[in-house]
């Protein structure tokens, strides 16, 4: 199947600081990223979907203030958790897919924030 | 709202065929039944995926009955590698309206 890489596979930062994950769809155009975040023991939410070029359209209660996502090319994007709190701490993995196929994920980034 | 209803584990002997079972009884005509599975601390994998033929690949078959409000992921021969939490979404196949979103899945276990 199609490859989604992320990176970095896991990050320690500060409370306070910002982070910028990258995803990058490596052997297709991907179209649509979608991002989501995992808690211990927990499913997958789904923060966002962005459309290359265009603004992410976030769920409730995800805010977009803090959680900026930017989709600038067929096969990147990013996400920069602005500000991270210790309860920011979590599992974020990506998705990517192109028209008509199905989404392939990223091998998920580890965040702590102490 | 996760649209699929799964049972929260199930367990298989090493060697045997598991059958995970989804229910999807809202689905509408034009969507699609996923599988997805997750290794602890990795990113979903995909399996498989079906509209209303049984489908196999070199992973998994999918079996999706007549009347598509359900259907049933199946691994032949579990090995301990397919040890995992299994996702079944119901989604459409294109434009915007595909969007992967995730109910609590099955954990299986595959023993020994």
């Known amino acids: 199947g199609a490859v989604v890489s992320q990176h970095p596979s896991w990050v320690i930062c500060k409370s306070g600081t910002s982070v910028k994950i990258e995803c990058r769809s490596l052997?297709?155009?991907?179209?649509?990223m979608f991002w989501y975040r995992q808690f211990p023991k927990q499913s997958l939410m789904l923060m966002a979907t962005?459309?290359?070029?265009?603004?992410?359209?976030?769920e409730q209660g995800v805010e977009k203030d803090k959680f900026l996502i930017n989709h600038a090319s067929l096969t990147l994007s990013t996400l920069t958790v602005t500000s991270a709190h210790p309860e920011d701490s979590s599992f974020y993995i990506c998705?990517?897919?192109?028209?008509?196929?199905?989404?392939?994920f990223g091998q998920g980034t580890r965040l702590t924030v102490v | 709202d996760a649209k699929t209803t799964q049972p929260p584990s199930m367990d298989c002997a090493e060697g045997r065929a598991a059958n995970l079972p989804c229910n999807h009884s809202t689905i509408s005509g034009n969507e699609y039944v996923y599988w997805y599975r997750q290794i602890h601390s990795q990113g979903p994998q995909y399996i498989i995926h079906?509209?209303?033929n049984n489908e196999t690949n070199e992973m998994a078959s999918l079996i999706i009955t007549e009347d598509r409000k359900s259907s049933t992921l199946i691994l032949p021969h579990a090995t301990l590698r397919d040890t995992a939490v299994y996702y079944c979404i119901v989604s459409y196949s294109s434009g915007g309206s595909y969007i992967p979103t995730f109910g609590r899945g099955t954990s299986l276990i595959v023993h020994p």
């Open positions: 962005s459309n290359e070029g265009s603004k992410a359209t976030y």
């Open positions: 079906g509209l209303k």
């Open positions: 052997d297709f155009q991907a179209t649509t």
């Open positions: 998705s990517a897919r192109q028209p008509g196929l199905e989404a392939f």
